[in-house]
């Protein structure tokens, strides 16, 4: 089996575990005068999501000043822990599903999210604020520790660096509260499903100079798949100690530690020749997996930050957030399944062994500032963010046909016992990237209903490859390029009425030329200089009605990304940076809360993508749609307590058709979800909970290509016991 885990390997997160500590132990001398905090004790039950939108909770994600979402020039989702436990949220994948607009698929090497329109290094994808530079790293893992996420739509590279031109997501890990506090969930279901987690809120310490608050969150999971042969295995655990150390000054030191493996992964289902139009699978092989019997997928990856806030007075704050990111992840599968010309076999093929090993290490300093402009209020917020992220990657692979099996009735081999496959792992190059970014953003009161929001951010992007196998022309022993986007936003927000405003915004965006820098090729850079840019204008609307029962918004966009890497029209071998593609769409989210007992909340999206200068094969694609990005996208939640101990649950989820190619030749056609539950509050502090997924056992696809559908998961049951006290 692959080693996931070697002694020898470097362990940044000591140096920087050593870091963090003495930034606890300087902050702990600097506090001199005493602070006490009340004990609290919070009791009751599991958190029950309003069907109200969360329109007043500062938004980080969305600006650096602590505004709410309502006070933003932009769409800000923000889904809290409440949102996620009342619609049975178990993986990161399924939180997205709430954000208006956004579809998700978790092919293991092709992590995917659409947003507006765009997708892949397009998008941003945070951890904490994050940027981790590498689209993986958002592979779906359990929604157990983490306490929200956010997501601001459309260009946004102003606030958290290159990428975010369809839009920017952020993961957010739950930290200490100042109360005493347990839970603990156990859920078992359809496949073998075994979840337990608990966590832990306690005040450890206390005198009367500061006070210590320790969190800890621990995850774990095993369970088959819907698919033959699949079987994982995944363990979380978030810990953070939050310390009141006086004079204003807080210090979190967090530490997070996720471990995944999956054996005999499933990559995808082979599609019915001919593979033209509305493309089908053969539904006897829905839940065939024609892997290697010893498929592999492993992941580890640690985190550390070090936070320190310093309150000088309720004008003035200063923050300092050193971190440290360090993930080693496997891959050993065959990972491409093709049906024969008269759909009597399947051919596999792509024999792929993998190992990338990346860290990231940086230090953000920022401080924000309340302050008056020429006798208007005025704040301002200011950083500066130092990282260097550094990728190995160490592939072998063999496109060639590996076997061709009988579609229903087969054995698979296991993966060394493939021909030129063999234990080990040989680095290919080693992405080491630079960034030095400098970034400012403001509000001012031009009157007393109107704010202008501005921000600008400049960064100073330095990369450097060096070749780890034989030099070439084409692979030269070392290679280095450098960028310097700057990008920003300009917005009005108008409160034209109480509980009701406008906003209009223009925003820019830049991402690397084809796809992330952290794992970008010599041919990738060596041929293109530029990034790519975007350009986003924006109007919408947030607003409260119906006696405060009802909140709305709504949005209204255009997007324009320029210099995307293309063919050349007059070397078909190269690639050069002058395509241009563009989505414009409208998005329009409700929240209802008719009667205490009954919730309902909605979102719809509606978005036209399109190629407006792009060349593949030597032909011109120009108004073609991107693949797997639907016109329309809608979801539907309700909520209805018919006694107080009893409340039943359900969700509907519509994805419009989808294009599998460039060319717009082939289609999946659209599909709707339903969801149902029924929770059962037992005492005060004790719940249960049953759910249906996919009740009507729909077959569709969540990721399609030319030649395979990453099929949705069948019909699925769980139940659920959550304790709190």
Same mark, same amino acid.
């Given at each position: 089996?692959?080693?996931?885990?070697?002694?020898?390997?470097?362990?940044?997160?000591?140096?920087?575990?050593?870091?963090?500590?003495?930034?606890?132990?300087?902050?702990?001398?600097?506090?001199?005068?005493?602070?006490?905090?009340?004990?609290?004790?919070?009791?009751?039950?599991?958190?029950?999501?309003?069907?109200?939108?969360?329109?007043?909770?500062?938004?980080?994600?969305?600006?650096?000043?602590?505004?709410?979402?309502?006070?933003?020039?932009?769409?800000?989702?923000?889904?809290?822990?409440?949102?996620?436990?009342? *619609?049975?949220?178990?993986?990161?994948?399924?939180?997205?599903?709430?954000?208006?607009?956004?579809?998700?698929?978790?092919?293991?090497?092709?992590?995917?999210?659409?947003?507006?329109?765009?997708?892949?290094?397009?998008?941003?994808?945070?951890?904490?604020?994050?940027?981790?530079?590498?689209?993986?790293?958002?592979?779906?893992?359990?929604?157990?520790?983490?306490?929200?996420?956010?997501?601001?739509?459309?260009?946004?590279?102003?606030?958290?660096?290159?990428?975010?031109?369809?839009?920017?997501?952020?993961?957010?890990?739950?930290?200490?509260?100042?109360?005493?506090?347990?839970?603990?969930?156990?859920?078992?279901?359809?496949?073998?499903?075994?979840?337990?987690?608990?966590?832990?809120?306690?005040?450890?310490?206390?005198?009367?100079?500061?006070?210590?608050?320790?969190?800890?969150?621990?995850?774990?999971?095993?369970?088959?798949?819907?698919?033959?042969?699949? *079987?994982?295995?995944?363990?979380?655990?978030?810990?953070?100690?939050?310390?009141?150390?006086?004079?204003?000054?807080?210090?979190?030191?967090?530490?997070?530690?996720?471990?995944?493996?999956?054996?005999?992964?499933?990559?995808?289902?082979?599609?019915?020749?001919?593979?033209?139009?509305?493309?089908? @699978?053969?539904?006897?092989?829905?839940?065939?997996?024609?892997?290697?019997?010893?498929?592999?997928?492993?992941?580890?990856?640690?985190?550390? *930050?070090?936070?320190?806030?310093?309150?000088?007075?309720?004008?003035?704050?200063?923050?300092?957030?050193?971190?440290?990111?360090?993930?080693? *992840?496997?891959?050993?599968?065959?990972?491409?399944?093709?049906?024969?010309?008269?759909?009597?076999?399947?051919?596999?093929?792509?024999?792929?062994?993998?190992?990338?090993?990346?860290?990231? @290490?940086?230090?953000?300093?920022?401080?924000?500032?309340?302050?008056?402009?020429?006798?208007?209020?005025?704040?301002?917020?200011?950083?500066?963010?130092?990282?260097?992220?550094?990728?190995?990657?160490?592939?072998?692979?063999?496109?060639?046909?590996?076997?061709?099996?009988?579609?229903?009735?087969?054995?698979?081999?296991?993966?060394?016992?493939?021909?030129?496959?063999?234990?080990?792992?040989?680095?290919?190059?080693?992405?080491?990237?630079?960034?030095?970014?400098?970034?400012?953003?403001?509000?001012?009161? @031009?009157?007393?209903?109107?704010?202008?929001?501005?921000?600008?951010?400049?960064?100073?992007?330095?990369?450097?490859?060096?070749?780890?196998?034989?030099?070439?022309?084409?692979?030269?022993?070392?290679?280095?390029?450098?960028?310097?986007?700057?990008?920003?936003?300009?917005?009005?927000?108008?409160?034209?009425?109480?509980?009701?405003?406008?906003?209009?915004?223009?925003?820019?965006?830049?991402?690397?030329?084809?796809?992330?820098?952290?794992?970008?090729?010599?041919?990738?850079?060596?041929?293109? %200089?530029?990034?790519?840019?975007?350009?986003?204008?924006?109007?919408?609307?947030?607003?409260?009605?119906?006696?405060?029962?009802?909140?709305?918004?709504?949005?209204?966009?255009?997007?324009?990304?320029?210099?995307?890497?293309?063919?050349?029209?007059?070397?078909?071998?190269?690639?050069?940076?002058?395509?241009?593609? %563009?989505?414009?769409?409208?998005?329009?989210?409700?929240?209802?809360?008719?009667?205490?007992?009954?919730?309902?909340?909605?979102?719809?999206?509606?978005?036209?993508?399109?190629?407006?200068?792009?060349?593949?094969?030597?032909?011109?694609?120009?108004?073609?749609?991107?693949?797997?990005?639907?016109?329309?996208?809608?979801?539907?939640?309700?909520? &209805?307590?018919?006694?107080?101990?009893?409340?039943?649950?359900?969700?509907?989820?519509?994805?419009?058709?989808?294009?599998?190619?460039?060319?717009?030749?082939?289609?999946?056609?659209?599909?709707?979800?339903?969801?149902?539950?029924?929770? &059962?509050?037992?005492?005060?502090?004790?719940?249960?909970?049953?759910?249906?997924?996919?009740?009507?056992?729909?077959?569709?696809?969540?990721?399609?290509?030319?030649?395979?559908?990453?099929?949705?998961?069948?019909?699925?049951?769980?139940?659920?016991?959550?304790?709190?006290?």
């Amino acid at each position: 089996m692959t080693q996931l885990f070697s002694p020898h390997r470097r362990q940044p997160l000591a140096t920087a575990l050593s870091a963090a500590l003495a930034t606890v132990a300087f902050a702990a001398q600097a506090q001199d005068s005493p602070a006490s905090l009340p004990t609290v004790e919070v009791q009751g039950a599991a958190p029950q999501a309003n069907g109200l939108l969360p329109l007043d909770t500062p938004a980080a994600t969305a600006s650096r000043l602590g505004l709410t979402p309502r006070e933003t020039p932009a769409s800000v989702t923000v889904v809290d822990r409440a949102t996620m436990e009342a *619609r049975g949220a178990q993986s990161t994948q399924d939180i997205l599903q709430a954000i208006p607009g956004v579809t998700a698929h978790s092919v293991p090497g092709n992590i995917g999210v659409s947003y507006r329109g765009f997708s892949a290094s397009s998008l941003s994808q945070l951890f904490n604020g994050i940027n981790v530079q590498y689209s993986i790293a958002a592979r779906p893992v359990d929604s157990w520790i983490y306490d929200r996420v956010e997501a601001i739509g459309g260009a946004s590279s102003f606030l958290y660096g290159a990428g975010g031109v369809g839009g920017t997501i952020n993961y957010i890990t739950k930290l200490p509260e100042r109360h005493d506090f347990s839970e603990a969930q156990l859920r078992l279901g359809s496949h073998g499903l075994k979840e337990a987690s608990v966590g832990l809120n306690r005040r450890i310490a206390a005198d009367s100079a500061n006070a210590h608050f320790l969190r800890l969150d621990l995850n774990h999971k095993d369970a088959d798949s819907w698919t033959e042969g699949t *079987r994982s295995r995944a363990t979380q655990l978030a810990a953070s100690l939050l310390s009141d150390l006086g004079n204003g000054f807080t210090h979190t030191l967090a530490y997070e530690y996720q471990n995944e493996n999956v054996d005999r992964p499933y990559w995808g289902t082979p599609l019915l020749n001919p593979a033209k139009g509305t493309l089908r @699978i053969d539904e006897d092989t829905r839940f065939k997996n024609y892997n290697s019997a010893d498929g592999l997928y492993a992941q580890r990856v640690q985190w550390l *930050r070090s936070i320190s806030d310093w309150r000088v007075n309720d004008a003035l704050q200063f923050k300092n957030t050193f971190y440290a990111y360090d993930a080693l *992840r496997d891959y050993r599968n065959v990972e491409s399944y093709r049906f024969n010309a008269n759909n009597s076999a399947v051919i596999r093929s792509a024999a792929f062994l993998q190992r990338h090993d990346q860290q990231l @290490i940086g230090n953000r300093m920022e401080a924000t500032q309340q302050g008056q402009l020429f006798g208007r209020r005025s704040d301002w917020a200011f950083g500066l963010d130092v990282s260097l992220n550094r990728q190995t990657r160490f592939p072998n692979s063999l496109p060639a046909t590996v076997s061709t099996v009988n579609p229903y009735a087969f054995r698979t081999e296991n993966f060394f016992d493939i021909p030129g496959m063999a234990p080990g792992f040989n680095p290919d190059r080693d992405n080491r990237i630079v960034t030095t970014a400098l970034y400012a953003e403001n509000r001012t009161a @031009i009157a007393p209903s109107l704010q202008l929001l501005t921000a600008l951010r400049h960064e100073r992007i330095a990369l450097e490859l060096t070749n780890r196998r034989e030099v070439t022309a084409a692979s030269p022993a070392t290679f280095e390029r450098s960028y310097h986007p700057t990008t920003g936003r300009i917005g009005l927000v108008w409160d034209f009425a109480p509980g009701a405003n406008l906003y209009a915004q223009y925003a820019t965006a830049a991402d690397p030329p084809s796809g992330v820098l952290s794992t970008a090729s010599f041919a990738d850079v060596r041929n293109n %200089s530029a990034l790519t840019t975007g350009r986003q204008i924006e109007v919408g609307s947030k607003l409260d009605f119906w006696s405060g029962k009802g909140t709305a918004t709504v949005a209204a966009y255009r997007i324009t990304r320029k210099n995307i890497a293309t063919q050349d029209p007059q070397n078909s071998t190269l690639t050069v940076l002058v395509g241009e593609q %563009s989505s414009q769409g409208l998005e329009l989210a409700l929240g209802l809360q008719p009667t205490r007992a009954w919730s309902l909340q909605g979102n719809v999206s509606f978005v036209r993508a399109r190629y407006d200068n792009f060349r593949q094969g030597g032909v011109s694609l120009a108004g073609s749609t991107p693949t797997n990005t639907p016109a329309l996208v809608a979801n539907l939640w309700t909520s &209805y307590a018919f006694s107080p101990a009893w409340q039943a649950s359900a969700g509907l989820r519509h994805v419009g058709k989808v294009y599998a190619d460039a060319a717009n030749t082939q289609n999946w056609p659209a599909y709707t979800l339903l969801d149902l539950g029924l929770s &059962y509050q037992v005492q005060r502090n004790v719940s249960v909970v049953a759910r249906v997924r996919n009740a009507t056992n729909r077959l569709y696809a969540s990721n399609v290509t030319s030649t395979m559908a990453y099929l949705g998961a069948a019909r699925t049951a769980d139940l659920t016991l959550r304790v709190t006290y």
